[in-house]
Antibody, heavy 114, light 106 residues
Framework: EVHLLESGGGLVQPGGSLRLSCEAS????????MTWVRQAPGKGLEWISG????????HYADSVQGRFTISRDNSKNTLFLQMKRLRAEDTAIYFC???????WGQGTLVTVSS | DIQMTQSPFTLSASVGDRVTITCRAS??????LAWYQQKPGKAPKVLIY???TLQSGVPSRFSGSGSGTDFTLTISSLQPDDLATYYC?????????FGQGTKVEL
């Protein structure tokens, strides 16, 4: 059975940083591009970043470009999202998922507030 | 960026109804469209990809159609388990983008 388990969410002050992790099991991690999708409270889904199977290519939404960095460690079956210069509008549940949405984690909540 | 516009925002229907949700892209995305279902407090679940291909395990009452800029998700006979919010997503070009969602309620 496939599991994606996010961690690293929490409360952070505006301007602060946070690193999310997503540990994958039950699948061949290197067969899948990966994405991060977020959902602000009571709002819709927002695709924010994706990375290729090897980690050689990455893409970002305009809203996070230059502040967030996606990466992966294929030796540890883990996906990361480094978030810097956080803003109140970054408050959301952050989901990791395989590139085409076959598998999703349960999400981790990031709250940006003073 | 490609904008995805869904309609309606909310949809009230009864069990057994045929339900149709539309999604319009701001430019052609060929057939690179997926539909997701999300229930409260849960992660999204992919229903359809590549505009009309049913994800394994998804009931056949769900179907997708369209191409270019205009797409449709149809539920042929609404069931109580289908009460959820539905999102379209284009994956034709980065950044991938979602529609704003359509909430289906009784």
């Amino acid at each position: 059975e496939v599991h994606l388990l996010e961690s690293g969410g929490g409360l952070v002050q505006p301007g602060g940083s946070l690193r999310l992790s997503c540990e994958a099991s039950g699948l061949t991690f290197t067969d899948h591009g990966m994405t991060w999708v977020r959902q602000a409270p009571g709002k819709g889904l927002e695709w924010i970043s994706g990375i290729s199977e090897s980690g050689g290519y990455s893409h970002y939404a305009d809203s996070v470009q230059g502040r967030f960095t996606i990466s992966r460690d294929n030796s540890k079956n883990t996906l990361f999202l480094q978030m810097k210069r956080l803003r109140a509008e970054d408050t959301a549940i952050y989901f990791c998922a395989t590139q085409f949405g076959d598998y999703w984690g349960q999400g981790t909540l990031v709250t940006v507030s003073s | 960026d490609i904008q995805m516009t869904q309609s309606p925002f909310t949809l009230s229907a009864s069990v057994g109804d045929r339900v149709t949700i539309t999604c319009r892209a701001s430019q052609s995305i060929n057939f690179w469209l997926a539909w997701y279902q999300q229930k409260p407090g849960k992660a999204p679940k992919v229903l359809i990809y590549r505009e009309s291909t049913l994800q394994s395990g998804v009931p056949s009452r769900f179907s997708g159609s369209g191409s270019g800029t205009d797409f449709t998700l149809t539920i042929s006979s609404l069931q109580p388990d289908d009460l959820a919010t539905y999102y379209c997503q284009q994956y034709y070009t980065y950044p991938w983008t979602f529609g704003q969602g359509t909430k289906v309620e009784l």
